[in-house]
């Protein structure tokens, strides 16, 4: 029971990590029928822009608090991501929404490429330690452990969700974005102009990422270059799990699927001594995508509806 329980726990903080990224994916899809490739490494650039933030401020403010430099750090990577993102959207997705769907589809993952390559070379390739900077005091609950960072990270999730659901259904911009969803075309003849609430989704999912990214950094104690690629994938898994399109259904997929990879993989770490666990994490992902792209395309949230004129 004990180990049912850690790996709930572990299972739920990546989980809602897979949940912030997967919200982007499906937010811009949702809009304008694209999947947006290059957003993992989106939460690269955050996670690497908050690693150099913090360096500076320790050496500037040595005694400042630990979590007034994590705070700051977040802060100036959400905007970095949200200038990158909106800069990605103008400069390589608009030029082509009419164009075949192949095109941006390849033009997404050249994005992805050269994103990351150019973190490389800002960077550098070499993994980097990303300081400690909350207690690391762990909390004890019924055998299981959790960390602060664990729970900072559940804690910011939770709230990030709930002003995101509040934004799209209670203010004007939500109800710009879900009438350009329903129709563009429509939506311009009503005063909303479908461009700026492109771009304002771009940038939603942009800071998303860059929480994603922090929480993520933060929990493993490492960024480097290459650090967006599979969490990016895993997001677009859960979203293509819980129901592309679906706001709601991206938060379910990214918790299930958290659960499923760190409950199976725990697992088999107990039944192999420890051996294989690790080694085995990843797998259950991909053979949740599998499963659900055969039985069911449009995810356990998604409707099946007709291709939009």
């Known amino acids: 029971m004990d180990v049912l329980l850690q790996q709930i726990i572990n299972g739920l903080v990546m989980g809602s ?13 949702g809009i304008i029928n694209l999947i947006n490739f290059a957003h993992g490494e989106v939460l690269m650039v955050a996670a690497l822009t908050s690693w150099t933030v913090i360096g500076m401020m320790k050496e ?21 991501a949200a200038v990158l993102n909106f800069a990605i959207e103008k400069v390589a997705y608009r030029p082509l929404r009419n164009s075949p769907k192949l095109a941006p589809l390849i033009t997404a993952i050249g994005m992805s490429i050269l994103i ?59 109800r710009a974005m879900r009438a350009t969803a329903e129709n563009p075309g429509v939506a311009s003849l009503m005063g909303v102009k479908p461009d700026t609430v492109i771009s304002a ?25 290459a650090m967006g690629f599979l969490p990016g994938l895993k997001a677009f898994t859960a979203a293509v799990f819980g129901g592309i399109g679906n706001l709601g259904g991206a938060v379910v997929g990214g918790i299930l699927l958290g659960l499923i990879e760190s409950i199976g993989s725990g697992y088999i770490g107990e039944l192999t001594g420890g051996v294989l666990g690790s080694h085995y994490a990843d797998i259950f992902a991909f053979i949740v995508l599998i499963f659900v792209l055969t039985l069911r395309p449009s995810g356990l949230m998604g409707e099946r509806v007709a291709d939009r004129a």
């Open 116 to 174: 990351q390559t150019l973190a490389m070379i800002i960077w550098k390739p070499n993994y980097k330690p990303y300081p400690t900077l909350l207690s690391n005091e762990p909390i004890d609950i019924a055998g299981a452990v959790i960390s602060p960072t664990q729970v900072m990270i559940l804690g910011v999730t939770a709230v990030s969700l709930a002003l995101l659901m509040w934004l799209v259904n209670s203010t004007k911009l939500g």
């Open 17 to 29: 990590m897979y949940a912030l990224v997967a919200l982007g994916y499906t937010m811009v899809y």
């Open 60 to 80: 500037a403010l040595p005694t400042a608090p630990g979590w007034v430099i994590l705070i700051i750090a977040l802060l100036i990577a959400c905007v970095v």
């Open 201 to 225: 989704t771009f940038i939603i999912g942009a800071v998303l990422a860059a929480i994603a990214g922090v929480m993520y950094a933060s929990n493993y104690g490492t960024a480097h270059h």
